[in-house]
C-alpha cells in the first residue's frame, strides 16, 4: 500500500503559477509510474500529466502542454507539477496517483493509489 499526500495547493490569479508535490509515505514509489488528475465538482475525473519510473517518458493532457511540467525526485519519494500561466479553467482539485500497467497515462483504470487532493483556486 502507497500513501500518496499532495501539498502546495491554494489561490492565484490568473497568469501565476503553483507548484504542486506528491509525498509517499511509503517507499519505492520509484517502482511506479505517476500522473496527476484534477477534478472539478459534477465534472469527471481529467488526467493532467503522467511520468514513468524513471522519469525519462513524459505525457500531457493538451490543456497542460506547454505550461505544466510534471517532474519527480525518487530520493525523495516526491513528484512534483509545475504549473504556469494559470487559468481560471485549471480550478479544480488536484490528485496524484501511482500507476501500475500499460494503458495510456490518460487512462485511470491503471492508476491504483490515489492521493485526497489538494485545491487550485484560480482568481480571474
Request: one cysteine or more; proline letters at 3%.
Amino acid at each position: 500500500q502507497v500513501q500518496l499526500v499532495e501539498s502546495g495547493g491554494g489561490l492565484v490569479q490568473a497568469g501565476g503559477s503553483l507548484r504542486l508535490s506528491c509525498a509517499a509515505s511509503t517507499p519505492p514509489v520509484l517502482t511506479y509510474d505517476m500522473g496527476w488528475f484534477r477534478q472539478t465538482p459534477g465534472k469527471e475525473r481529467e488526467f493532467v500529466a503522467g511520468i514513468s519510473a524513471n522519469g525519462y517518458d513524459l505525457d500531457y493532457a493538451d490543456s497542460a502542454e506547454g505550461r505544466f511540467t510534471i517532474s519527480r525526485n525518487n530520493a525523495k519519494n516526491t513528484v512534483y507539477l509545475q504549473m504556469d500561466s494559470l487559468k481560471s479553467g485549471d480550478t479544480a482539485v488536484y490528485h496524484c496517483a501511482a500507476r501500475l500497467g500499460t494503458y495510456p497515462y490518460s487512462d485511470s483504470r491503471d492508476y491504483v493509489f490515489w492521493g485526497q487532493g489538494t485545491q487550485v483556486t484560480v482568481s480571474s
